[in-house]
């Protein structure tokens, strides 16, 4: 059974940095890992993904430049560096993978193509 875990989250002043991780188990084969997050009163919205394999990453256009998706294959963890953080990122952040391993493909932002999510972590934005 595939279970991700994710940590890291926190509370920080905008302009702040912080870095949350997933950390999967149950599964052998790359596989797409991706950040969702959804803040308060909002929708679940897409924020990066990347591919295990290869390592090739896809970012929502609200981070991009301000956030890296990173992986430790050793440790089956998966990383979202959150720089120059805004008050807008307030949100839970969950990560989640598809039901099989293989590539993230271009409409990876649709959560619809995911079955395995953990329970978030929550990170806060104080301006």
């Known amino acids: 059974q595939v279970q991700l875990v994710e940590s890291g989250g926190g509370s920080v002043q905008a302009g702040g940095s912080l870095r949350v991780s997933c950390e999967g188990s149950?599964?052998?084969?790359?596989?797409?890992m991706a950040w969702f997050r959804q803040g308060p009163g909002k929708e679940r919205e897409a924020v990066a993904s990347?591919?295990?394999?290869?390592?090739?990453?896809y970012y929502a256009d609200s981070v991009k430049g301000r956030f890296t998706i990173s992986q430790d294959k050793a440790k089956n963890t998966v990383y979202l560096q959150m720089n120059n953080l805004k008050p807008e990122d307030t949100a839970m952040y969950h990560c989640?993978?598809?039901?099989?391993?293989?590539?993230?493909?271009?409409?990876?932002?649709?959560?619809?193509?995911?079955?395995?999510w953990g329970q978030g972590t929550q990170v806060t934005v104080s301006s």
């Open positions: 149950g599964y052998t084969y790359s596989r797409c």
């Open positions: 990347i591919y295990t394999g290869a390592g090739s990453t």
């Open positions: 989640a993978t598809p039901r099989y391993g293989g590539r993230c493909y271009s409409s990876w932002w649709d959560a619809a193509g995911y079955t395995y």
